[in-house]
T-cell receptor, first 109, second 113 residues
Framework: GQSLEQPSEVTAVEGAIVQINCTYQ??????LSWYQQHDGGAPTFLSY????GLEETGRFSSFLSRSDSYGYLLLQELQMKDSASYFC??????????FGKGTRLSVIA | NAGVTQTPKFQVLKTGQSMTLQCAQD?????MYWYRQDPGMGLRLIYY???????DKGEVPNGYNVSRLNKREFSLRLESAAPSQTSVYFC????????????FGPGTRLTVL
C-alpha cells in the first residue's frame, strides 16, 4: 500500500518562511505533488517533483529526496492569503494519486 | 473554458434516499476521479475512470456507484444514503501532462440526515 505523513497543523508569522514536510511509503514511485486548498474551496495544484532536488515557483519551492522518501514544501515571504491546507500526494505507477491528510497552515500577524 | 463543473453545490438528503452527483470537464481529459473529503481525513478516492468506458474502485467505494457517461461526464450515485456519507465530494480530471496535475471541481456539500 501507500502512505503519506505530514504534520496536521503549522503556524507561522507573516513575512516569515515555513516548511511543510512529507514522508511517504510506496512502491513504484514516480513523483510527489503538492496541492493547496483554502477553506471552502477546491484543491489546486502547486508543484510536482519527479526528480531529486528543488523546484521553485515564485515564493513557493518544493523539494524531493527519493532515497529518503521525503519531500517538503517551502513557502517564503508568507502572506495572510497563504493560510490554507496543503496536501502532498504521491504518484506511483499507473495508480491514481494518493493524498496525505493535509497540513493546515495558519499565518499570523 | 469552465474546467471541471459539479452539480449540485449543496444537497440535504434523508437516510435511504438516493441521488446522483454530476461532474463534467471540458479539457478533453481522459482520467476522471471522485473523492470525498472529511475533516482530518484528507482526500479519499471513491472511484476513478482512467479512460472512457472504464471505471475502477478507489479506497472507499462502498455505498457508491459511478458511470462514465462519455469522455466529458462522470457521475457518482448514492443508492441509499447513510449519515456516514455526509461529506464534501470533489470531482477531478487529469490530462497527460508532465506534472500529472489534477484539476478539481468546486465540490458538492452533502448532508445526510
Amino acid at each position: 500500500g501507500q502512505s503519506l505523513e505530514q504534520p496536521s497543523e503549522v503556524t507561522a508569522v507573516e513575512g516569515a518562511i515555513v516548511q511543510i514536510n512529507c514522508t511517504y511509503q510506496t512502491s513504484g514511485f514516480y513523483g510527489l505533488s503538492w496541492y493547496q486548498q483554502h477553506d471552502g474551496g477546491a484543491p489546486t495544484f502547486l508543484s510536482y517533483n519527479g526528480l531529486d532536488g528543488l523546484e521553485e515557483t515564485g515564493r513557493f519551492s518544493s523539494f524531493l529526496s527519493r532515497s529518503d522518501s521525503y519531500g517538503y514544501l517551502l513557502l517564503q515571504e508568507l502572506q495572510m492569503k497563504d493560510s490554507a491546507s496543503y496536501f502532498c500526494a504521491v504518484r506511483s505507477g499507473n495508480t491514481p494519486l494518493v493524498f496525505g491528510k493535509g497540513t493546515r497552515l495558519s499565518v499570523i500577524a | 473554458n469552465a474546467g471541471v463543473t459539479q452539480t449540485p453545490k449543496f444537497q440535504v438528503l434523508k437516510t435511504g434516499q438516493s441521488m446522483t452527483l454530476q461532474c463534467a470537464q471540458d479539457m478533453n481529459h481522459n482520467s476522471m476521479y471522485w473523492y470525498r473529503q472529511d475533516p482530518g481525513m484528507g482526500l479519499r478516492l471513491i472511484y476513478y475512470s482512467a479512460s472512457e468506458g472504464t471505471t475502477d474502485k478507489g479506497e472507499v467505494p462502498n455505498g457508491y456507484n459511478v458511470s462514465r457517461l462519455n469522455k466529458r461526464e462522470f457521475s457518482l450515485r448514492l443508492e441509499s444514503a447513510a449519515p456516514s456519507q455526509t461529506s464534501v465530494y470533489f470531482c477531478a480530471s487529469k490530462g497527460g501532462g508532465t506534472y500529472n496535475e489534477q484539476f478539481f471541481g468546486p465540490g458538492t456539500r452533502l448532508t445526510v440526515l
